[in-house]
């Protein structure tokens, strides 16, 4: 048999479409991650621009203008103190994303170093990370963090107006820092152990896959093996993992303060307006359901933004 | 191996296409099929992974995966036409009057679920049996498949059986209710070679025994050799050729065909003989050439096989060996 | 069965005790000194005399270096003695036992209230894959799963307030069989049930593309009993799985819900804990919680098997 020149105009190919194309082809079609990711960009816009964006100051007080109903001197009214919660929300924003992205960041780092070490060093990393892991995983992390951040706070108060007083060193002063200090560390504390899980488990099963047998037979080298098939592979799942971790920061954030230990007062938070607002709910509605709604929408968009990447970057599961 | 009451149609598909809704929009996968399954017949249907033969065969059972739809065609089954069928005739037809063995018997048959149980369900809900009863049977049935101490077996999940137990367990299943068609697609792929011999020989003895018609779905032309009464030859959704067994082995036509047969090693070979291929790859669904599927690998092909598609003519005198090619036919009539 | 349960418990108690550590290190050198924290409150001038305090420190054992303090603290823990409440003085144990029975039972009905719910709508929404009944069931789940039971629980009780003026503000406990326990049974099974509709839709549609499920309908199975006996079974299987994930959500979201709607359980006692720095409560909380979660681990350990025969015959072998 003799071979047969393939006919060139059939064999002509399409330019191939990457893996990120395609991914980025499926979520568009899915509308609820679209609202998600609109909202979201929306959200991040606010919060960046935010202080250009406000009709007012978040602190400055207008006592003869208090409680007032949402009208459009003030879209969502005013607070207790005469304040526009318009711009404190939009204040709360920036406090929100502040939080959930450097959160996130944190915990990111964390897990995916500790995740890494297991996964790739193996015995007796692998024990130690995991045996860490599933502890943090299995305490109700809540509480434990909640406490940690209701006995901490004052110690470090104290201890900021030592140094305050030892080297009048004007940074002392900002108590802020501690709210900001406590709710990160605390936060990212809880928030590891899932990436460290996840990415350990990612690194056992990609290095034993057949395809990177085979692209050590073919002689790659490690970078490129690195490059080119374990981090498109493993960085899917983390990407969805992230986005949904983002909103559930956010979430985590106001609970804390909701109970008292969060961003205190007057720095605007979500989550002090919503505590503020369920106290005099049933005559001011405007002063809960105005951060409420907006802290729903952003855990809703987050969360429909990670499941719609969860859709796109994992093309098995959607057949 | 001749045909016994070919000429009685229990199967007969008209037209069969199916199309996959891709990515790129719908794309032919199955190009309107015509073929056909004589009571008490065997028919192997041959041709290379991704060829469409066992979308053709799930097509019939209404067991096509989502994006996968039939568009065109007819498929008649006892005179009825199975895509017309209500899902509840559809159903009294899916492991009661067709059989269905498929091609990996362990994600083929349900992990969490003991082997009695899976085997007893078309029994209880076809025949409507007691469950005493269909355990019984399905005693029997083990037993008609060779399986060894059945009653023991009944209760095991199929993970502690061996790849061939299972697959005799899925050929009881298909065969539980009596069918008048089993349908095997690549039954033996998954298995080792000795145990292919095993299964082959044991359908070849049941449907003797049984007298049902056989489809038997394979890419291995070598294997259907001795099962066979028809075989029918699938080159990128069509039938390329249709031909009784001996005839075919014997007298192979289409390019493709001999192609294929080409490729059988044998003993008779010259040790330092290169074992014959055929180049190129099929088409992809989608991006299907104008005219003849296979022109672009063909050491035949002509201008007119670029522009046209080729029909299945007849090429014998009785007419039961058919092949679609313009070079055949063309040789045919100069001859 | 026994020795594996007892295993279990051993290599729980290290990290329990771990955080147990943490915790009293926390209240150690955190909150400051406990005496001092009870008398602040005390009436009269006990609070001035210098002198009662270090003897109170002296006969308690405070004065003791922290490691002392601790092993001291367990050990009075493995007795049974979990102490006194800074704030109010009584037992632990009594404040404990009286909350407990609240959260449990709320627990319990919201576990079985997901299960039945969550489910059912799971698989539904995958039989349904992208279909309008898919992208609602989905949607609300996504949508239950963002909203904090503290925004949640006082919006529905206006809702039910303007819809049904006619009935009482459901505040307070009056035990599982009471009307009161529906609002916050409800909103605190709304996360629970998001996480297992979501869970058991993506497990139906991975089951959906086995071919096991293709056997079944080739052998004539009726739809309704290919999910009930086909795809349910090895569904079940990762959702149970989230069991200890789900005693997690509970115990968070049963903080919230128990503040909101007046509840005397765990919850409520944990916030006035923290209120208080009453640290013998906090310990004692977080001690129940994490055994509450071990447990709900140990009996995915257990179930696991029986709903999987491979995992039963790998364990076997090992």
Redesign the interface.
């Known amino acids: 048999m003799t071979l047969v020149q393939p006919n060139p105009a059939i064999i002509e190919e399409e330019p191939p479409v990457s893996l990120w194309r395609d991914a980025w082809h499926r979520l568009r079609r899915n509308k609820l991650a679209i609202f998600g990711l609109g909202v979201v960009v929306l959200l991040a816009f606010v919060a960046i621009s935010g202080p250009y964006l406000t009709p007012y100051d978040f602190l400055s007080q207008d006592l003869a203008a208090r409680n007032q109903a949402p009208s459009l001197a003030h879209l969502f009214g005013t607070d207790d103190l005469g304040r526009d919660v318009f711009s404190r929300v939009v204040y709360g924003t920036r406090t929100a994303f502040l939080v959930a992205v450097v959160v996130t960041a944190i915990a990111l780092v964390i897990g995916t170093t500790l995740g890494a070490i297991a996964g790739f060093f193996g015995e007796p990393y692998d024990r130690i990370i995991m045996w860490l892991t599933d502890m943090a995983m299995s305490v109700p992390n809540l509480l434990l963090v909640v406490v940690i951040n209701a006995s901490l706070k004052n110690p470090i108060a104290r201890w900021m107006e030592a140094q305050y007083m030892a080297t009048l060193n004007p940074f002392y002063r900002e108590t802020i820092w501690i709210d900001f200090f406590l709710v990160f560390g605390s936060m990212a504390l809880i928030s590891w152990p899932p990436y460290a899980r996840l990415v350990r488990a990612q690194v056992l099963s990609i290095r034993t896959r057949p395809y990177i047998t085979a692209a050590m037979a073919l002689g790659l080298s490690n970078r490129i093996i690195m490059m080119r098939y374990v981090v498109p592979n493993a960085l899917g799942p983390l990407i969805v993992s992230v986005s949904a971790g983002l909103g559930t920061a956010m979430v985590l954030e106001s609970a804390f303060s909701f109970l008292g230990v969060g961003v205190n007062p007057p720095t605007p938070s979500w989550g002090n307006m919503i505590s503020d607002g369920l106290r005099v709910w049933q005559h001011y509605p405007h002063l809960l359901a105005a951060p409420a709604f907006v802290l729903g929408l952003a855990s809703v968009a987050f969360s429909f933004l990670g499941d719609g990447l969860n859709d796109a970057l994992n093309p098995r599961g959607t057949k | 191996m001749t045909a016994r009451n070919a000429q009685e149609r229990l199967l007969d598909v008209k037209g069969l296409t199916v199309e996959i809704d891709g990515r790129r929009g719908p794309a032919v996968i199955v190009d309107g099929i015509d073929l056909h399954v004589g009571k008490g017949e065997t028919l192997g249907v041959v041709g290379e992974s991704g060829c469409g033969k066992s979308l053709t065969m799930l097509s019939l059972m209404r067991l096509l995966p989502n994006k996968i739809k039939v568009t065109k065609g007819t498929a008649e089954f006892d005179g009825r036409d199975l895509h017309k069928m209500s899902t509840r005739e559809l159903r009294k037809v899916r492991g009661g009057d067709i059989g269905f063995v498929f091609q990996d018997p362990m994600t083929s048959l349900n992990p969490v679920m003991r082997i009695g149980d899976q085997l007893c369900e078309p029994l209880i809900y076809h025949r409507k049996m007691a469950k005493a009863d269909a355990r019984k049977r399905a005693v029997e049935l083990l037993r008609l498949v060779g399986i060894p101490g059945p009653e023991e077996r009944l209760e095991a999940y199929p993970h502690e059986l061996s790849g061939g137990m299972r697959q005799r367990v899925m050929i009881a299943i298909g065969l539980a209710c009596d069918p008048k068609l089993l349908i095997a697609d690549e039954p033996t792929t998954a298995l080792d070679v000795t145990i292919q011999a095993q299964i082959v020989d044991l359908v070849k003895d049941l449907r003797n025994k049984l007298g049902m018609s056989v489809v038997w779905i394979t890419h291995d032309l070598a294997l259907i050799a001795g099962l066979a009464d028809r075989v029918v030859v699938l080159y990128a959704g069509t039938v390329v050729e249709d031909a009784p067994v001996d005839d075919l082995y014997a007298n192979p036509s289409h390019p493709y065909t001999r192609g294929l047969l080409a490729s059988i090693p044998t003993l008779s070979d010259a040790p330092t003989a290169r074992l014959s291929s055929i180049g190129g790859t099929p088409p992809e669904p989608g991006r299907r050439p104008a005219g003849c599927p296979f022109a672009p690998r063909c050491p035949l092909a002509m201008d007119i096989c670029r522009r046209e598609v080729p029909k299945l003519e007849p090429i014998s005198s009785g007419g039961s060996h058919r092949a679609a090619c313009f070079a055949v036919n063309k040789a045919l009539k100069a001859a | 069965m026994l020795r594996y349960v007892a295993t279990r418990f051993a290599i729980?108690i290290p990290?329990?005790l771990?955080?147990m550590l943490?915790?009293y290190a926390?209240?150690f050198?955190?909150?400051?000194d406990p005496i001092k924290l009870i008398f602040l409150r005390a009436p009269g001038d006990v609070a001035y005399n210098p002198q009662r305090i270090e003897a109170i420190r002296e006969s308690a054992g405070l004065n003791r270096p922290f490691i002392e303090q601790f092993a001291w603290y367990v050990w009075n823990l493995v007795q049974g003695k979990f102490g006194n409440s800074l704030s109010s003085g009584r037992s632990v144990w009594a404040l404990v036992s009286a909350a407990a029975p609240v959260s449990f039972q709320l627990a319990l009905c919201s576990v079985i209230l997901t299960a039945v719910v969550a489910i059912p709508l799971g698989m539904l929404a995958a039989l349904n894959?992208n279909t309008r009944i898919d992208?609602t069931i989905?949607?609300s789940a996504?949508?239950l799963?963002?909203?904090?039971a503290?925004?949640a629980g006082?919006?529905l009780m206006?809702a039910l307030i303007v819809l049904l003026p006619g009935v009482k503000v459901p505040y307070g406990w009056g035990g599982i069989f009471d009307v009161r326990i529906l609002l916050p049974l409800v909103v605190l099974s709304f996360q629970p049930i998001a996480l297992i509709v979501?869970q058991t839709r993506?497990a139906v549609?991975?089951v959906l593309?086995?071919?096991?499920v293709?056997?079944?309908?080739?052998?004539?199975?009726?739809?309704i009993?290919v999910a009930l006996?086909?795809i349910l079974?090895?569904v079940l299987?990762p959702v149970i799985t989230q069991l200890?994930l789900i005693m997690?959500t509970i115990?968070?979201g049963a903080?919230?819900v128990e503040l909101?709607f007046g509840l005397p359980g765990l919850g409520r006692l944990?916030?006035q804990a923290?209120?208080n720095?009453d640290y013998p409560v906090?310990l004692a909380?977080?001690l129940i919680?994490?055994f509450?979660?071990?447990i709900s681990?140990l009996l995915v350990d257990i179930l696991y098997p029986l709903?999987?025969?491979?995992a039963n015959?790998a364990k076997r072998s090992r």
Do not use: C
């Not at chain 3, 799963?145 to 904090?148: F, L, R, S």
């Open positions: 729980w990290s329990v771990l955080v943490a915790v926390l209240a050198y955190g909150a400051g894959q992208y989905l949607g996504l949508f799963w963002a909203i904090p503290y925004v006082p919006l206006v979501r993506a549609i991975e593309s086995e071919d096991f293709r056997t079944a309908r080739a052998k004539g199975v009726p739809e009993m006996r086909h079974r090895p299987t200890g997690i115990v968070n903080i919230f909101v944990t916030v923290l209120i720095s906090i909380i977080t919680g994490s509450l979660v071990m681990n709903l999987d025969p491979r015959d």
